[in-house]
């Protein structure tokens, strides 16, 4: 059972601050913090203890999300909880930023009151609370947009669909809108060598309805799609001639899945809010190309001139699409003083960031099936035989949209309504984010 | 960050809440409200406007409504008085016909936290626990909880315990688990809510309809249930396997503690167990978020140290994304380190290699660390990483260099072939090496093998012309021992720089530890030279044996542990934490000469308490003047506050403690006031009987009594049982009907 629950600003304000249980201390936001920037860098982990009182945190677009607690709980719980709260803060405010928070926090501290209850999670599916809800959210402008990294990153930036699930009925005039995004992470290390000794999808369909009324929805994925793993309860004979293949997923509680083994088709019954309706892994062996390569050319032969690096980067996608806002970064020696480059084409720029050791190379549209080259000159003050070894590895970071690299594909989604008194907007989009993308060098 | 909103803002604020205009206009109003929220959250004082917002709180506008008793709950304990007011609109809300209105009212009174209130919270509660909605039911059993803490004797009641042991049967989900929870702290005492087989059977049928957090706690109370068949054993099990499906990390691993637990007693189920929980945990760690493998990674070192085998396959899912927080990388370096076996060596220490030219230097170190670590544990990969140590020395980074020098200082110990390879680089990393313990590590290697190398001699030289520039005490201690043991091996090079740091150490260094080693070794060269020599050089062939604090193996996991906090921590430094946290509760304790039963928190504290009963034997003798000269003496005491019953008589409670074994030495007649008794017991516990006296104090007019009792008892922990326990008996036997 937890004791305190808080939300605090990048800038440690509290935005909120809720006691269940009375045995903690009102300092504790501030004993949390002091421990925080002690430990900077990344350095502080998500669970730590002092003076007998536990502290639980995740970040999220910048903000703490902070429980204590002075029992000895499931960690695993508690940090599921937590990450609940902040979604439902984001269904409820439409975008999770401070200044939502800071607008909306009597409908926050309502959310923080029926989900826990003396410590004790009660219930947490967003259209249950709903019935409790009394305040309406303050809507936050257009454009503050939350930054891209982290959790955020699994939502196609767009506006769209970052409205509360609240304001939907009485503001937008009851449009119906359901947004499915099949979203996927790739997890890639390519050895110097260029052999690939990772490469990993981390993939989810992942649904947010608007619709009124609860119709039930019929999802068809891929039929070709395989999936093999032993712990899955359905196996179909394996075998690589199929084209989209993952190796193992696990469904929402709302989904039905007696038509899973033979037609691949899901029957969802969906809460309202956002919710993943399947998360599934591959590894291994995926079955389209990496969406990049990358060739290397290090030339540090003449230590009186400068070291020079050529990287040659291939989109491996069909030439239909393209990828966006790609940053190849690659780590350069700590006494690098200043880099030249030159680019083969426009809409690109080279960013030399001194004080992290760091040449950023961003691309804003990389079309599929082309190749880009630049070329840095780094200025290196003394050289050492380690020197090279300091260039590197290179990790890209990067967004393909309306492309998979498990190439599942949703056929379609039909909504069953027993009064067929409306044609919802549908939106299905595709995306593949760079999770970590490394080559070394 | 606190700020404190001037007398003018209150002011403001309250010139606004009874603005007549502001009050007809609800959204104004609303505004207003959310202000003073607003600026409490953010740490101001704005209890002085307690009586206004207690007058809004009386409306039928729901949001205004919960925003005063946000305000009400948390200004309450400090308003005692005035919160009495605000009683009266929450009596009324529990009657109102809404039954989210009678839910929020009965929370919000639960939650109040004043003692004297309980009279008017009494009535709501128990008629709440029968109300129609399940919402205000769930609030119901969740106000028993929370009043626990302020009125024991109301919730600790027989009819109370059994009316929530039957709610465990209620059509709710959420009003069942919140049963439980309720009933696991109220019972705490006597280990908690009871799960036999009928409640546990009916808990597994429903298993399905309890929402993700009921599952993780449904789950946590069945493991007090072990069934007595294997036949039962694997049904619980079939029904239970869809929860490790689940797509919450808390339902998964209740599960699979519960598994575990079932199959505690067939090590070949378990070993199934444990493989299929392989990839829900490797799942959790590349695609939970960071917090959550942080946690995940934490619990496969525990699981690491009694099946060290069991990720073997998959070693590469632990290898760091640049992307990962610090904190997430450095917990793979220590899985991988302690997963590696002679097959998967290797590629671990390749890719350990690889993180040596991190940016950040605590990977880097961390890395290198883990490679010596390998090293030590599997002897046949020595070779190898030595290899890998010396290829990352050759970086001439500081902060390599030094991480490098202390891998190595432990492995020449161990694996003495290595030495040749190790001591030509020495000379190089002299002008890299800065800090003090890799510089001490560095004289020491030195002192040990630097013999061979030709300039050996000279490079010790330099350093001891620059020991007055040394702020480092351990860089001169081994300074000193390095320029000695060389002295031995190089007499001729040595004498000389010797006798030069031996006069520094003495004459001018200001550190005792340094001087007493420098006239040590003077007086022993100056003694006999052969006597130094065996005294500072030592046995030539030492055992070796280099422990690692977190080494496998030295830790007992156990499998309660699975699904909690332990294995974050480690079981040695939770153990360590939760004695630092007794020792503090018994000294508050005992400073404050009051038993805090009010005390909510700490129930992990406290179980070993429990274990120790004490009883209460039957009267020795004890003379009134033996009572005395006790009283005087004893400096162990305890106060109790209890509440008097008009109703009976002092006597009447006189014996009902006889029958307790407390026993009467002297009272005050019947209709004194204030009315006294001393009484005295004699109290067994792990065989060793202590006298408890006790003086009763009533106060008629306030209805409230006051039990001074003073315990013959030398040591701490004795005392601290005895204290809680005797103030237990006494409760108990005062509150008893």
Same mark, same amino acid.
């Given at each position: 059972?937890?004791?305190?629950f808080?939300?605090?600003?990048?800038?440690?304000?509290?935005?909120?601050?809720?006691?269940?249980?009375?045995d903690?201390?009102?300092?504790?936001?501030?004993?949390?913090?002091?421990?925080?920037?002690?430990?900077?860098?990344?350095?502080?982990?998500?669970?730590?203890?002092?003076?007998?009182?536990?502290?639980?945190?995740?970040?999220?677009?910048?903000?703490?999300?902070?429980?204590?607690?002075?029992?000895?709980?499931?960690?695993?719980?508690?940090?599921?909880?937590?990450?609940?709260?902040?979604?439902?803060?984001?269904?409820y405010?439409?975008?999770?930023?401070?200044?939502?928070?800071?607008?909306?926090?009597?409908?926050?501290y309502?959310?923080?009151?029926?989900?826990?209850?003396?410590?004790?999670?009660?219930?947490?599916?967003?259209?249950?609370?709903?019935?409790?809800?009394?305040?309406?959210?303050?809507?936050?402008?257009?454009?503050?947009?939350?930054?891209?990294?982290?959790?955020?990153?699994?939502?196609?930036?767009s506006?769209?669909?970052?409205?509360?699930?609240?304001?939907?009925?009485?503001?937008?005039?009851?449009?119906?809108?359901?947004? +499915?995004? %099949?979203?996927? #992470?790739?997890? /890639?290390?390519? @050895? $110097?060598?260029?052999?690939?000794?990772?490469?990993?999808?981390? &993939?989810?369909?992942?649904?947010?309805?608007?619709?009124?009324?609860?119709?039930?929805?019929s999802?068809?994925?891929?039929?070709?799609?395989?999936?093999?793993?032993?712990?899955?309860?359905?196996?179909?004979?394996?075998?690589?001639?199929?084209?989209?293949?993952?190796d193992?997923?696990?469904?929402?509680?709302?989904?039905?899945?007696s038509?899973?083994?033979?037609?691949?088709?899901?029957?969802?019954?969906?809460?309202?809010?956002?919710?993943?309706?399947?998360?599934?892994?591959?590894?291994?062996?995926?079955?389209s190309?990496?969406?990049?390569?990358?060739?290397?050319?290090?030339?540090?032969?003449?230590?009186t001139?400068?070291?020079?690096?050529?990287?040659?980067?291939?989109?491996?996608?069909?030439?239909?699409?393209?990828? +966006?806002? %790609?940053?190849? #970064?690659v780590? /350069?020696?700590? @006494? $690098?003083?200043?880099?030249?480059?030159?680019?083969?084409?426009? &809409?690109?720029?080279?960013?030399?960031?001194?004080?992290?050791?760091?040449?950023?190379?961003?691309?804003?549209?990389?079309?599929?099936?082309?190749?880009?080259?630049?070329?840095?000159?780094?200025?290196?003050?003394?050289?050492?035989?380690?020197?090279?070894?300091?260039?590197?590895?290179?990790?890209?970071?990067?967004?393909?949209?309306?492309?998979?690299?498990?190439?599942?594909?949703?056929?379609?989604?039909?909504?069953?309504?027993?009064?067929?008194?409306?044609?919802?907007?549908?939106?299905?989009?595709?995306?593949?984010?760079?999770?970590?993308?490394?080559?070394?060098? | 960050?606190?700020?404190?909103?001037?007398?003018?803002?209150?002011?403001?604020?309250?010139t606004?809440?009874?603005?007549?205009?502001?009050?007809?206009?609800?959204?104004?109003?609303?505004?207003?409200?959310?202000r003073?929220?607003?600026?409490?959250?953010?740490?101001?004082?704005?209890?002085?406007?307690?009586?206004?917002?207690?007058?809004?709180?009386?409306?039928?506008d729901l949001v205004?409504?919960?925003l005063?008793?946000?305000?009400?709950?948390?200004?309450?304990?400090?308003?005692?008085?005035?919160?009495?007011?605000?009683?009266?609109?929450?009596?009324?809300?529990?009657?109102?016909?809404?039954?989210?209105?009678?839910?929020l009212?009965?929370?919000t009174?639960?939650?109040?936290?004043?003692?004297?209130?309980?009279?008017?919270?009494?009535?709501?509660?128990?008629?709440?626990?029968?109300d129609?909605?399940?919402?205000?039911?769930r609030?119901?059993?969740?106000?028993?909880?929370?009043?626990?803490?302020?009125a024991?004797?109301?919730?600790?009641?027989?009819?109370?315990?059994?009316?929530?042991?039957?709610?465990?049967?209620?059509?709710?989900?959420?009003?069942?688990?919140?049963?439980?929870?309720?009933?696991?702290e109220?019972?705490?005492?006597?280990?908690?809510?009871?799960?036999?087989?009928?409640?546990?059977?009916?808990?597994?049928?429903?298993?399905q309809?309890?929402?993700?957090?009921?599952?993780?706690?449904?789950?946590?109370?069945?493991?007090?249930?072990?069934?007595?068949?294997?036949?039962?054993?694997?049904?619980?099990?079939?029904?239970?396997?869809?929860?490790?499906?689940?797509?919450?990390?808390?339902?998964?691993?209740?599960?699979?503690?519960?598994?575990?637990?079932?199959?505690?007693?067939?090590?070949?189920?378990?070993?199934?167990?444990?493989n299929?929980?392989?990839?829900?945990?490797?799942?959790?760690?590349?695609?939970?978020?960071?917090?959550?493998?942080?946690?995940?990674?934490?619990?496969?070192?525990?699981?690491?140290?009694?099946?060290?085998?069991?990720?073997?396959?998959?070693?590469?899912?632990?290898?760091?994304?640049?992307?990962?927080?610090?904190?997430?990388?450095?917990?793979?370096?220590?899985v991988?380190?302690?997963?590696?076996?002679?097959?998967?060596?290797?590629?671990?220490?390749?890719?350990?290699?690889?993180?040596?030219?991190?940016?950040?230097?605590?990977?880097?170190?961390?890395?290198?660390?883990?490679?010596?670590?390998?090293?030590?544990?599997?002897?046949?990969?020595?070779?190898?990483?030595?290899?890998?140590?010396?290829?990352?020395?050759?970086?001439?980074?500081?902060?390599?260099?030094?991480?490098?020098?202390m891998?190595?200082?432990?492995?020449?110990?161990?694996?003495?072939?290595?030495?040749?390879?190790?001591?030509?680089?020495?000379?190089?990393?002299?002008?890299?090496?800065?800090?003090?313990?890799?510089?001490?590590?560095?004289?020491?290697?030195?002192?040990?093998?630097g013999?061979?190398?030709?300039?050996?001699?000279?490079?010790?030289?330099?350093?001891?012309?620059?020991?007055?520039?040394?702020?480092?005490?351990?860089?001169?201690?081994?300074?000193?021992?390095?320029?000695?043991?060389?002295?031995?091996?190089?007499?001729?090079?040595?004498?000389?720089?010797?006798?030069?740091?031996?006069?520094?150490?003495?004459?001018?260094?200001?550190?005792?530890?340094?001087?007493?080693?420098?006239?040590?070794?003077?007086?022993?060269?100056?003694?006999?030279?052969?006597?130094?020599r065996?005294?500072?050089?030592?046995?030539?062939?030492?055992?070796?044996?280099?422990?690692?604090?977190?080494?496998?193996?030295?830790?007992?996991?156990?499998?309660?542990?699975?699904?909690?906090?332990?294995?974050?921590?480690?079981?040695?430094?939770w153990?360590?934490?939760?004695?630092?946290?007794r020792?503090?509760?018994?000294?508050?304790?005992?400073?404050?000469?009051?038993?805090?039963?009010t005390?909510?928190?700490?129930?992990?504290?406290?179980?070993?308490?429990?274990?120790?009963?004490?009883?209460?034997?039957?009267?020795?003798?004890?003379?009134?003047?033996?009572?005395?000269?006790?009283?005087?003496?004893?400096?162990?005491?305890?106060?109790?506050?209890?509440?008097?019953?008009?109703?009976?008589?002092?006597?009447?409670?006189?014996?009902?403690l006889?029958?307790?074994?407390?026993?009467?030495?002297?009272?005050?007649?019947?209709?004194?006031?204030?009315?006294?008794?001393?009484?005295?017991?004699?109290?067994?516990?792990?065989d060793?009987?202590?006298?408890?006296?006790?003086?009763?104090c009533?106060?008629?007019?306030?209805?409230?009594?006051?039990?001074?009792?003073?315990?013959?008892?030398?040591?701490?922990?004795?005392?601290?049982p005895?204290?809680?326990?005797?103030?237990?008996?006494?409760?108990?036997?005062?509150?008893?009907?």
């Amino acid at each position: 059972m937890i004791s305190q629950f808080v939300i605090l600003s990048q800038h440690g304000d509290i935005l909120l601050f809720k006691d269940y249980r009375g045995d903690v201390g009102k300092d504790s936001p501030e004993l949390f913090l002091q421990k925080i920037r002690g430990l900077s860098g990344g350095l502080a982990p998500p669970t730590f203890h002092h003076d007998g009182i536990h502290y639980l945190h995740v970040k999220h677009n910048s903000l703490y999300f902070m429980a204590t607690t002075r029992s000895n709980v499931s960690p695993f719980m508690v940090i599921e909880l937590i990450n609940r709260v902040a979604s439902l803060c984001k269904d409820y405010c439409g975008v999770l930023s401070e200044e939502a928070i800071r607008l909306n926090f009597p409908l926050v501290y309502e959310i923080l009151d029926e989900v826990i209850d003396f410590g004790y999670p009660q219930g947490t599916s967003t259209d249950m609370l709903k019935a409790y809800m009394e305040n309406s959210p303050v809507l936050v402008r257009e454009g503050t947009t939350p930054g891209l990294f982290g959790a955020e990153r699994r939502m196609v930036p767009s506006t769209a669909a970052n409205k509360s699930i609240m304001g939907t009925a009485i503001n937008q005039g009851r449009k119906n809108e359901i947004f +499915v995004d %099949v979203l996927e #992470r790739l997890t /890639v290390l390519i @050895s $110097t060598s260029g052999s690939v000794l990772r490469a990993d999808i981390d &993939g989810t369909i992942q649904m947010k309805s608007f619709l009124v009324g609860v119709p039930d929805i019929s999802m068809s994925l891929s039929d070709n799609l395989t999936v093999n793993h032993e712990q899955c309860f359905f196996l179909l004979p394996t075998g690589y001639n199929s084209h989209a293949h993952i190796d193992e997923c696990s469904f929402h509680e709302s989904v039905d899945l007696s038509e899973f083994g033979q037609s691949r088709v899901l029957t969802i019954h969906p809460p309202q809010g956002e919710f993943p309706v399947m998360k599934y892994q591959a590894s291994g062996d995926l079955p389209s190309l990496l969406p990049f390569r990358l060739f290397p050319t290090v030339n540090d032969q003449d230590s009186t001139r400068d070291m020079e690096l050529v990287l040659k980067v291939f989109c491996d996608v069909p030439s239909t699409s393209h990828a +966006v806002n %790609v940053m190849v #970064r690659v780590p /350069v020696p700590k @006494s $690098t003083t200043s880099v030249s480059h030159q680019l083969s084409g426009p &809409g690109q720029n080279v960013e030399f960031k001194a004080q992290e050791h760091v040449v950023a190379w961003n691309i804003k549209k990389f079309p599929g099936a082309t190749e880009l080259t630049a070329r840095f000159k780094l200025a290196v003050a003394n050289r050492t035989p380690s020197t090279r070894l300091e260039l590197g590895p290179v990790s890209l970071k990067f967004e393909l949209p309306m492309y998979i690299c498990s190439r599942l594909q949703i056929r379609f989604l039909r909504l069953f309504d027993h009064e067929q008194s409306y044609v919802p907007y549908r939106w299905v989009r595709y995306v593949t984010h760079s999770d970590s993308y490394v080559i070394r060098i | 960050m606190p700020f404190f909103a001037g007398n003018d803002t209150i002011k403001e604020l309250r010139t606004a809440l009874s603005d007549p205009a502001v009050q007809a206009d609800k959204n104004r109003y609303r505004q207003v409200l959310r202000r003073v929220v607003s600026l409490m959250t953010d740490g101001a004082d704005m209890s002085p406007l307690f009586p206004d917002i207690i007058k809004a709180s009386a409306t039928p506008d729901l949001v205004q409504k919960k925003l005063t008793y946000l305000y009400i709950c948390n200004y309450a304990a400090t308003q005692q008085d005035l919160a009495l007011l605000a009683v009266n609109t929450l009596q009324k809300d529990c009657l109102e016909p809404n039954p989210m209105v009678r839910g929020l009212a009965l929370r919000t009174m639960c939650s109040l936290r004043i003692p004297s209130l309980v009279e008017y919270i009494q009535m709501p509660l128990k008629r709440g626990l029968q109300d129609s909605s399940a919402y205000v039911r769930r609030n119901a059993v969740n106000g028993c909880a929370k009043m626990l803490h302020i009125a024991p004797e109301l919730i600790q009641d027989a009819s109370m315990i059994d009316q929530l042991y039957g709610m465990i049967r209620d059509k709710d989900p959420i009003v069942v688990v919140n049963c439980l929870q309720a009933l696991e702290e109220i019972l705490q005492a006597e280990g908690g809510v009871v799960v036999n087989k009928n409640i546990a059977h009916y808990l597994l049928n429903r298993v399905q309809d309890f929402s993700e957090w009921g599952q993780c706690q449904v789950l946590h109370f069945l493991l007090k249930y072990k069934p007595a068949e294997e036949e039962e054993t694997f049904d619980i099990m079939n029904i239970v396997d869809v929860c490790l499906k689940h797509s919450n990390s808390g339902v998964i691993m209740a599960a699979l503690k519960y598994f575990l637990f079932l199959t505690e007693d067939m090590p070949q189920i378990q070993e199934q167990v444990y493989n299929r929980a392989k990839s829900p945990l490797l799942n959790i760690i590349t695609s939970g978020g960071p917090e959550l493998s942080y946690v995940a990674l934490c619990h496969i070192q525990y699981i690491l140290t009694t099946s060290p085998g069991l990720f073997n396959k998959d070693f590469k899912k632990f290898f760091c994304r640049y992307n990962d927080p610090l904190y997430v990388k450095t917990k793979k370096l220590h899985v991988l380190t302690e997963m590696a076996t002679d097959g998967t060596e290797s590629d671990i220490v390749e890719e350990l290699s690889m993180y040596c030219t991190d940016v950040s230097t605590d990977l880097a170190t961390a890395s290198i660390q883990a490679i010596g670590k390998i090293a030590r544990r599997l002897p046949t990969s020595a070779s190898h990483c030595v290899g890998t140590l010396l290829k990352i020395h050759g970086l001439q980074q500081e902060h390599i260099t030094s991480a490098v020098l202390m891998a190595l200082k432990d492995l020449v110990l161990l694996y003495p072939d290595i030495i040749p390879k190790v001591t030509p680089l020495l000379p190089n990393c002299v002008d890299l090496v800065q800090e003090g313990p890799a510089k001490a590590t560095l004289v020491w290697l030195l002192g040990q093998y630097g013999h061979t190398l030709p300039n050996g001699p000279y490079i010790l030289e330099d350093m001891i012309e620059n020991v007055a520039s040394e702020i480092s005490i351990q860089v001169k201690l081994e300074l000193l021992t390095a320029t000695a043991k060389m002295f031995f091996s190089r007499p001729a090079e040595c004498q000389d720089m010797l006798g030069r740091l031996l006069e520094y150490c003495i004459d001018e260094d200001t550190n005792m530890a340094v001087r007493d080693r420098a006239l040590m070794y003077y007086r022993l060269l100056h003694t006999d030279v052969q006597q130094a020599r065996r005294v500072i050089l030592g046995a030539a062939n030492r055992p070796v044996q280099i422990q690692d604090s977190d080494a496998p193996g030295q830790e007992i996991i156990d499998l309660q542990d699975l699904n909690t906090l332990v294995p974050i921590y480690g079981r040695r430094s939770w153990d360590v934490m939760v004695e630092e946290q007794r020792r503090k509760e018994q000294q508050t304790k005992l400073t404050n000469g009051t038993s805090n039963e009010t005390d909510m928190g700490a129930e992990g504290g406290e179980e070993d308490d429990l274990e120790e009963t004490i009883s209460l034997l039957s009267p020795s003798n004890l003379t009134p003047q033996e009572f005395e000269t006790k009283w005087e003496e004893l400096d162990c005491v305890t106060t109790v506050h209890l509440d008097y019953d008009p109703t009976h008589s002092p006597n009447g409670l006189l014996q009902k403690l006889e029958g307790a074994h407390i026993f009467t030495m002297a009272s005050s007649p019947e209709d004194a006031a204030p009315w006294k008794a001393f009484l005295f017991a004699v109290a067994e516990m792990k065989d060793q009987t202590h006298l408890v006296l006790v003086e009763l104090c009533v106060d008629r007019t306030a209805a409230t009594m006051q039990a001074t009792c003073k315990f013959d008892a030398d040591q701490m922990e004795a005392a601290v049982p005895l204290i809680s326990q005797f103030g237990r008996i006494l409760r108990g036997t005062i509150t008893s009907p």
